[in-house]
Structure formats: structure tokens, C-alpha cells
């Protein structure tokens, strides 16, 4: 009881912390937000004291912060989300329509990631109802590639071959149901793939349960097997179909960029970007509150379909098998030999080197992969990059690694906070930072890290709470041991090596978060070479140059691949967390 008020307690918190700081934010950004009115309404209009202090009456800004919070938090419970500071107009009706946009695009999304998820894993279904699975595990390989791509690096492909290249479909817009298509696959196809693969890796261990062998002798045919084991397998990972929900809220915000679809989250990007702080309270709260929602419907859905004959926890699961890996070994080896070699290339070039009469050039013999809208080979770009993007994924990495080392041991205060860091997605922790800290390397470090620890923080508590509970150190408490000595001699060395491991296997994801943040404007800023920063800087001028947009994209891609690989190396699965 004690724990679960804890982690309700942390949860609360949480989110008022959250909510607090979308409240504070003109005081919290270190900006004057009478000044920052003054640049939305007028560019020209000289910012005199007398100006700026007759702003801050009319904002009630004098009072402090406290008043203000309160004012904007009362108003928020009465519908009243306040006014822009840009055009002077309500909020609520910019946010209303967005979050219709967005809604509408989540929906269709949805469709395409539910279609997918049962392509994907249909086969194996089939082959275990049929009794002709084999191996002990599924075939989730085209789905884990399709799950480690992130969504606007989706988006930017299906920009440059179904409508640039072939035209088939238009690019940009909401005015037709055909414009939705494209936004539509960039969103699902990534969650697709993610829902695919959980599902695909959870059957095989089901059909090799007792009970299965045990219904088929009894002459159950394929299709009542098929419909057990679904039962079976599918309110454990309903959790984490709430995850891929809000993976859907924080994607949108990129997808939205892309394609120029006026939803919730290119409002919210757009008003961090003018420094519009009514329309970014409302917005933010509106995405975060709907990742939270998304979270507690997952969880419910896990109550409803749990019966009394999987809640007693009567069935278990077995270990995974895994065959052989040194097939798998090479694929892991073969990305990184090309990303080495081409990141060590590009760092033998100059990445800002201007060449104005070479803009836009495809590859030659003096570059390579050829050059940008200003001339700069995409080569030395690339290479470059590289530091900027996996250097900086690595030291977030550390230090997700440390705090989450730290936190294991207290899961009862923690687990609610990364329920709700959870349903906090790096576009929107990138979009809080960006107008507190400005869009800015460190900014995108803090955003991805704020977000980072919860799943490995949950590995170790894990972790934590069985190697307390085995038995040598049962035995080594009766005999007297110190707290301290058991602690740093068994139970840190038990926990800090599988936690590392965990925490490599992240360090791909955590760099294409980093390069998403880049890709939106809230990471690296010109002329830094970060590789989601290229990538968005090349998009405008896509039907001249592709390979301008198709190298960074093809870097992310091998880094996608890379971390797909790694995570079904043999021993790389580990335990559940």
C-alpha cells in the first residue's frame, strides 16, 4: 500500500511540475515576456521603458509569477486558455482546430498501424495455430527495421519518392482526404512496425506454453488456438501499445512539420518559434495531456482484458531461444564498417567550406555525394555530423545511464514520474527546453535526456529488487554482513553491467531523437553539420538535389539499422523490465 501511494504521489507531481512549468514559462525562459509581446505585434515599434511597462500592467505581469500561474491555471478550468501574444485573438479556438487536425491524423495513422502490425505478425500466427513454427521465435526482422525509424525521417522518404519522384500523391496541405495518405504512413508505419514486432516476439513463446500442446491433442483447430493465444499474449503488451500512442502525439509534431498540416503540434513549434507563450501553454498542455490519457487508457484496456485466469499469473512465459548469431553478427559489423567509413571520409573535408558555384551539384570527383544549397559538400557535412549527433547521444546516454543506476534503488518515488516522463515524447520535452534554455545543442541534450531514463530506470529497478531477493544474499544479511558492504559487493556489480548493456543497445534511439530535435529547429542551429538539422535545411530544394537529403537520411538509416541489429544479438535481450 505504502508503495503504491508513493507512486501516486511521484505521478502527481509529476505532472504538476509540468503543468507549472508551461504556466512559468515567461518567467522560467529568462526572456522579458513584455518585450517579447512587443517583437509578436510590432517589429518596428521602439521598445521604451514606458512601452514595456505598460505592457506588463495589461499582462498583470508585476505581480509575479505565483498570481499569474494562478490566473492562467483558473482560467484553463473554466475553458479560458487566454489570448496570443501574436495576433491578440483567443487560444482556445487555434487549439481546438489543431487538436482536430492532429486527432484526425492520429486516427488515420491508427488504421495504418493496426494493418501493418497484423501483416506483420500474421505469419507467425499462422505457422504456430498450423503447429509448423519452428525455432522458437518469429520473424520480427522487417518489423524491428520498421520500428527504429523515426517518424520524420519516414516522412522526408515517402516525401522524395511518392510525390516528388512519382508524383503520385500531393506533398503539402490539408484541404483534401488524399492529403492525409502521406502523413498517414509516416505516423503508422514506424508504430506499425513497433506493434508488429512486440507481438511477433511475444506468439512463439506462447504456442511453446503446455497448455497449447494440451488443446491441440484435445483437437481445438487453428482458429480457436490462434484466438487463446492472442488472449494470451496481448494485455501484457498493452502498456506498451500505449507507448506507441504516445509515440503517435510526439511524431505528429514532426509529421505535421513536414507535410505543412496545421495540427496541435506544428502550433505548438510554431508559436516556440515566435515566442507566442499563451498558444505554447495551451498547446503543450494539450499534447502532454494527451500522451497521459493515452496512457491511462492503455492501462485500463490491460485491466479489462486481464481475466482471472491470466491475473493469478497461473501461465509463464519461457525464455526466448536464440539460435545461432553469427549470421546476425555480420549485419550489426556491416553498418558499421560503412558508417565508419563514411564519417571518416567526411572528416578529412571542410563541412563549411562555401563553393557558390557549385550549389546544388550531384556527386563528382571533387564531391563525392555533392553539395548544398550554399555550395558545402553533403560528404564533409556528413562525417562532421556525426560528432555532433552521435557524440552528443553518447553523453546523454551516460548520463541517463547514471541517473537511472541511481534511481533503481527507489522505485516506489520514481515509478509514477516515469509514467509521466514517459508520456512526455522528445518533440514536446524539445519544444518546454527550447523556450526555457533556446534552440541550441544543449537545449535538444536536455529535451532527449528528460525523457531518456524512464525505461532503463525501470530495468533497474528490476533488477534491484531480484538480486535482493536471492538467496546468497539472504544468507549474507543472517550472518551480519554490513548494508553498505552487500550493496557495493553484490548488489551494484549485479545491476551496473546488464544496465550498461541496455543503455548501449539505447544510444542509437537516443541519437535519432537528438537528430529529430535538429530536424524541427530545436537542437543544433546553422552552420552546425548535425545530421537532422541537414536533413530539414535540404528539404526546400529536394527535386534539384536529392542526394542532399538522401545522404543524411541514409546515415540515420544505417544508424536505424545498426541499433535494430544490435538489440537481436544473441544475450542482448536479457530481462524484462
Known amino acids: 500500500m505504502g508503495e503504491r501511494a508513493g507512486v501516486l504521489v511521484s505521478r502527481a507531481v509529476a505532472l504538476v511540475a509540468i503543468i507549472a512549468a508551461v504556466g512559468l514559462l515567461p518567467w522560467l525562459s529568462g526572456r522579458d515576456a513584455a518585450l517579447s509581446l512587443l517583437r509578436a505585434r510590432s517589429g518596428e515599434q521602439e521598445p521604451t521603458p514606458e512601452v514595456l511597462e505598460a505592457i506588463r500592467r495589461d499582462l498583470g505581469l508585476d505581480g509575479g509569477p505565483l498570481p499569474v500561474l494562478g490566473e492562467w491555471l483558473a482560467g484553463v478550468l473554466r475553458g479560458d486558455f487566454g489570448r496570443s501574444w501574436a495576433n491578440g485573438g483567443p487560444v482556445l479556438p487555434s487549439v481546438v482546430s489543431g487538436l482536430g487536425v492532429s486527432l484526425t491524423l492520429m486516427g488515420a495513422a491508427l488504421v495504418v498501424t493496426l494493418v501493418l502490425a497484423c501483416v506483420l505478425c500474421a505469419p ?29 525521417l519516414v516522412a522526408t522518404l515517402l516525401l522524395i519518392t511518392l510525390s516528388v519522384w512519382l508524383g503520385w500523391l500531393p506533398p503539402y496541405g490539408w484541404r483534401n482526404p488524399q492529403d492525409m495518405v502521406l502523413p498517414a504512413l509516416a505516423l503508422g508505419i514506424p ?15 506462447v504456442f511453446a506454453e503446455p497448455w497449447v500442446g494440451l488443446w491441440r491433442s484435445a483437437g481445438c483447430g487453428p482458429g480457436v488456438l490462434a484466438r487463446a493465444v492472442l488472449r494470451r499474449a496481448l494485455p501484457a503488451l498493452v502498456p506498451q501499445f500505449g507507448l506507441v500512442a504516445v509515440g503517435l502525439t510526439g511524431g505528429a509534431v514532426a509529421v505535421e512539420t513536414v507535410f505543412a498540416v496545421p495540427g496541435i503540434g506544428r502550433t505548438a513549434l510554431g508559436a516556440a518559434e515566435s515566442q507566442d507563450l499563451p498558444l505554447l501553454q495551451a498547446a503543450v498542455l494539450a499534447l502532454v495531456l494527451l500522451g497521459v490519457l493515452a496512457g491511462i487508457l492503455a492501462n485500463a484496456a490491460r485491466r479489462w482484458m486481464l481475466g482471472p485466469g491470466l ?21 550489426p559489423a556491416a553498418c558499421a564498417a560503412v558508417l565508419a567509413a563514411a564519417i571518416g571520409w567526411g572528416l578529412l573535408l571542410d563541412p563549411l567550406a562555401v563553393d557558390l558555384a557549385a550549389r546544388l551539384a550531384g556527386p563528382s570527383w571533387d564531391h563525392p555525394l555533392g ?43 520514481t515509478s509514477g514520474a516515469a509514467d509521466i516522463a514517459n508520456a512526455v515524447p522528445p518533440a514536446i520535452a524539445g519544444i518546454l527546453v527550447a523556450a526555457l534554455l533556446g534552440p541550441s545543442t544543449l537545449g535538444a541534450s536536455v529535451a532527449v535526456a528528460l525523457v531518456s531514463w524512464p525505461m532503463l530506470a525501470a530495468h533497474a529497478a528490476a533488477l534491484v529488487s531480484e538480486t535482493r531477493a536471492a538467496a546468497h544474499l539472504v544468507s549474507q544479511r543472517a550472518i551480519g554482513s554490513p548494508p553498505a ?53 535540404s528539404l526546400p530544394y529536394v527535386e534539384r538535389a536529392p542526394w542532399a537529403a538522401l545522404v543524411p537520411a541514409g546515415m540515420l538509416l544505417l544508424l536505424s539499422a545498426l541499433a535494430v541489429s544490435l538489440s537481436t544479438l544473441p544475450g542482448t535481450r536479457g530481462r524484462p523490465a
Do not use: K
Open 124 to 152: 507467425t500466427l499462422v505457422r504456430g495455430a498450423r503447429g509448423t513454427l519452428r525455432g522458437g521465435r518469429g520473424t520480427g526482422a522487417a518489423a524491428a527495421v520498421l520500428a527504429a525509424l523515426p517518424e520524420f
Open 371 to 413: 553539395t548544398d544549397a550554399l555550395g558545402r559538400d553533403v560528404l564533409a557535412r556528413a562525417g562532421h555530423g556525426a560528432a555532433a549527433t552521435v557524440g552528443v547521444a553518447a553523453l546523454v546516454c551516460a548520463a541517463s545511464y547514471v541517473v537511472s543506476l541511481a534511481i533503481g534503488f527507489l522505485p516506489g518515488l
Open 311 to 331: 491475473s493469478d499469473a497461473a501461465l509463464s512465459l519461457p525464455a526466448p531461444v536464440t539460435g545461432d548469431g553469427r549470421a546476425r553478427r555480420l549485419v
Open 485 to 537: 558492504w552487500i550493496l557495493t559487493r553484490h548488489v551494484l556489480p549485479a545491476v551496473a553491467g546488464p544496465l550498461a548493456r541496455h543503455a548501449v543497445l539505447r544510444l542509437p534511439g537516443i541519437a535519432l531523437a537528438v537528430a529529430s530535435l535538429g530536424f524541427l529547429g530545436l537542437g543544433a542551429q546553422p552552420p552546425a553539420p548535425e545530421w537532422g538539422l541537414t536533413l530539414a535545411e
Open 191 to 205: 508504430a506499425g512496425g513497433a506493434l508488429g514486432r512486440l507481438v511477433d516476439d511475444a506468439l512463439p513463446e
